[in-house]
T-cell receptor, first 114, second 112 residues
Framework: GAVVSQHPSRVICKSGTSVKIECRSL??????MFWYRQFPKQSLMLMAT?????????EQGVEKDKFLINHASLTLSTLTVTSAHPEDSSFYIC??????????FGSGTRLTVV | GESVGLHLPTLSVQEGDNSIINCAYS??????FIWYKQESGKGPQFIID?????DKRQGQRVTVLLNKTVKHLSLQIAATQPGDSAVYFC???????????FGGGTRVLVKP
């Protein structure tokens, strides 16, 4: 089946710095990717829909200037958490919809802001 | 099992017994439903799906039941094994878009 690869799996950064998370589609092209955030013991919450070659669509309450999404190619979407703070510490997960496999998720990135 | 506050409901089950996990969905326009399994520190893993024109679908050791009248979804796991210990989420999608909305999740603990 198709694979969605996410990198890094874990990252620790200092408060006030920015961190970039990559989501790659392997063996398929993804015009659309999705970014989720998951706090401990909670469900996945959709943050934004990443569209290749155009602006991302953000869910209500998600700051687009804080969570920068770039989808410059058909196999790569990046999420940059800018000026990270401890409350941004979370598990970030991307997904895509490779046909005919349906929704496929990356392995997630554990972000810890200290 | 819906989420209550910040605590995932937990289902403890004896190894070899059957497990039933419940989910209430919110959008009557949703027409596609998926169950996912998530192990600690990993992304969700597809288990089984069902479309709204069906009320039951079976996979290997798993069965999904859909009751559109009361907007209820359940996942049955037969002969639960230690490897089934994880958090299980239902997710819904509607024909108007391709966004998935996740339910609150249920933690399944399998006792040996």
């Amino acid at each position: 089946g198709a694979v969605v690869s996410q990198h890094p799996s874990r990252v620790i950064c200092k408060s006030g710095t920015s961190v970039k998370i990559e989501c790659r589609s392997l063996d398929f092209q993804a015009t659309t990717m999705f970014w989720y955030r998951q706090f401990p013991k909670q469900s996945l919450m959709l943050m934004a829909t990443s569209n290749e070659g155009s602006k991302a669509t953000y869910e209500q309450g998600v700051e687009k200037d804080k969570f920068l999404i770039n989808h410059a190619s058909l196999t790569l979407s990046t999420l940059t958490v800018t000026s990270a703070h401890p409350e941004d510490s979370s598990f970030y997960i991307c997904s895509a919809i490779p046909q005919p496999y349906g929704y496929t998720f990356g392995s997630g990135t554990r972000l810890t802001v200290v | 099992g819906e989420s209550v506050g910040l605590h995932l409901p937990t289902l403890s089950v004896q190894e070899g017994d059957n497990s039933i996990i419940n989910c209430a969905y919110s959008n009557s326009a949703s027409d596609y439903f998926i169950w996912y399994k998530q192990e600690s520190g990993k992304g969700p893993q597809f288990i089984i799906d069902i479309r709204s024109n069906m009320d039951k679908r079976q996979g290997q050791r798993v069965t999904v039941l859909l009751n559109k009248t009361v907007k209820h979804l359940s996942l049955q796991i037969a002969a639960t094994q230690p490897g089934d210990s994880a958090v299980y989420f239902c997710a819904e999608n509607n024909a108007a878009g391709n966004k998935l909305t996740f339910g609150g999740g249920t933690r399944v603990l399998v006792k040996p």
